[in-house]
Every structure is written in C-alpha cells, then in structure tokens.
C-alpha cells in the first residue's frame, strides 16, 4: 500500500570527504538541492562475529573496517529472525516477523498447499520511499524472495539474477549503473549471495586451517575426532574465504559511490548468520542462537558521524526508522526506532516459527533469553503454543553456551515472557489492521520450489 506522497526536503549536497557531516557542506563551495540516494547492500548470511569489524582473529573484512571508519558501525546488532524471508521482510517493513508473518513456507510445507506471502497491505521501504520521489530497484539474487511472495511491491524494477557469482556482479554492476544514470534520488537493494553460498572464484582461498590431511595409522576414535575437527576446520575456511570475497565486492561499490556518487548513504548488512557447529549444526534457519542472529550493520554517508561505534542493541526492524531520519523525512509508523537518535535501552526480539524449534529470544543489555516450543509439538503450522523450555545466556552477545535459566528465578523468565508477550499482542493487531481482505498466504510454482531446494531450504 502506498501512502499519499511525501514531499522531499531539501538538504546540503555533500561533495567533501567522505564521513562529513553537514555541517562541512560548505566545503564543496555550492549548495545543492538533492537528497541522498539510498543503497542497501545486503550480504546474504554474514555471522557478525566473523568480521573484522567485531573483532575477528582473521582479517576478513578489510574494506567493511574502512567502511566502518568512514560512517557508524552498530556493534550490538541483530536480525530479527534466522533466515532470509522473514528476516528480509522486517527490513522492508520496520515490522517484526509475528506483524508481518511472512515465515512460513519452506519446500516441505509449500509442496503440500500454501506459503506466507509478505501481505500487499503492508507500506514497504520503496513504497515509501517511491512515494517520497524516489526511484526503486532491486537486484535479487535470493530466490527465496520473490515478486509472486510480496517482495517486490513498491520497486519500480525488480530484478531477480541468479544465486550465483554472476548473479552478485551482475547486481553490483546494476546498482552502479542506476546510479550512473539516475536523473533524480535512488534507492537500490543489492543482494549479494557468496557467503550463503560458499562461493569465492578460483584462487580467492586465503584462509587455510592446519589440517589437511587425514591421519595415517590412527586409531577409529581419533579418525573420527579427527575428521570432525577437518570438516568444522574446512567449513570455517571455506566460510571465511567466501566473506573475504564479498567483502572485496562490496569494498569496488563503496569505492564508486565515494568516487561518483557521495551524497548516498550506504548501508550493509545481512539478514541472518550461519552456524558453524556452534551448536552441534551447520547451515542457518534451525535455532535462534548468535550465530544465526547476530550480523553487522554499517552505515555510511551524508549525516552519518565517521569513527562512530554504537554499543546500544539495535535490530533489522530499526533500518526503516533509521533511514527515515537520516532523509529528513517524517517517520513511517513502524516498531523500530531511529538507531541515530538517543534512545532508552530495550529489547530486541527474535523469532522462529517455522519448522520442530519454533521459539523465540528476548535480548536485552542484562542477558539473551530463548523460550523453545518443546520438540515434537504438533501443528501443520507450528505456533508459540506449548512454549515454556528456557535458555538464558548472561552474555547478550555471546555464542549461546552456558545456558543458566535454572537458576535464574521464575520471576525473571516471567518477566521477560510479559515483554513478549506484548510485542506479541501488538504485533497481532498490526497485522489484523494491514492485511484486512488482502491475500496473506499464496502457492509456490515448481520452479519457485525448486529455487528453495536449490537453496538448501528442504524442510527444517
Ligand atoms: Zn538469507
């Protein structure tokens, strides 16, 4: 749904350096009047703490770490689910999976009769900023998010390219040509699927872990031990290598925009991590654990303070707030906040309701807690219902080890299911109010089905 058009303020153009607030404007010796364009370069899967920018023994992320030192990196940061489409759909929206219920549908489910779609009754960020005089693109190379889904309402152009190598450039070079050739403000969504995917080109391996080899004359036990510790060894390479490389791609665009087009603001992110046997498992969308939950988010550009390490917890649902703010523009009503702005410390959810673990996590500056819908519950469409196994993890932003909900005291974990409850609650009623007589569930064709089995979306 697209709300009545907004008129755009004007503001500084920003020619001087990079990371230059306003206030610096005057360098450029002119005043324009254009608003920034908008780029969101998501990279599909990036664990947050695989970066260089947490932290990370391995020098994966040079050029995010540029970045980084050119705008405001959000070091607390979270998706608000662990896979891509209700994650996605909460950074289109500003609205937490249970208010937008776009979730359900892996291959199992959708083969058998219906999937979420993301309801055309919601206001997405191109529909808004469409609204406010913007042209709106999408390179889509995750075919999970699909126009036949909801996920294209509001792009002027939607463009889906393939899960591939190719399919990133072809999405890097589409956003930079839009750019090049834009005759007013832009707003484009890059996605980038070579972390997902495993993918670096050939020679792009720097990252090599020490065992490569079998072990000749070993004992069984030791065989196994050994092969365990080689595969997680490789899998943590070959993961490594893969954000090395999109790192490199998204370092050539962020040069461009800098070069060609420096009144944009730039964000990157991700839209969920992966786990890397963290938790017994590989792959993404199983639990609601760091891994899969926390992800970097970086933002650079006209108004966005250079240096700048936000401690704060923030989360997907605050991106729209967030640019909304930095253009100057009234706020869209949404459940997140402007992450620039000062605000009260607070919660992020999480949420999983397709497939056996359904659950959902409360993270707060005191400790993350998890309330697990217990194994084996039935339902064609597992709810909350039947909730009540906890997790609480002292370390908000740890890897989820040391479960100490036992002894925490019923009073906390009460405490903490009132919080979700009344996201829930309101969650609920936004999306009874958006999606009134409009299509909220929809069919996947054969070869839609087959694009998720593609992506490792089998049936969780
Ligand atoms: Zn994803």
Redesign the pocket.
Known sequence: MTSASLPLRPRLLVCAVLGAGLGSAGACGEAAVAPPHVVVVLI??LRADHTSIAGYARDTTPRLAQLAAQGTTFAGHFANAP??KP?VATLLTGLLPPAHQSQWGDVERAAGGEVDLLSDGFETLPELLGAAGYSTHAYMT?TTLTAAGGYAQGFDEFVPLPATLDGDRAALAATRAVLDNASGPVFAWCHLMAV?NYRVEAGGERFRSPHETPIAGATNAEILARYGVEFHEQAVDAYDNTVLFADALVGELADHLAQQHPNTILVVTS??GEELREHGGYLHAHSLFNELLRVPLVLRGPGIEAGRRVERLSSGVDLVATLFDLLELPAPATQGVSLLAEFAARGVYAEKRNGERAGRAWITPEGKFLEWKPPGSPGSKPTLEGRGVWGFYADPLGLDQDNTAGSLGAARLQAAQRQMEALGEDSDRIFERETRGRPTRGVLNDQELEDLRALGYSGD
């Open positions: 599909d899967t896979w891509t994650s995750n997902h839209d969920h």
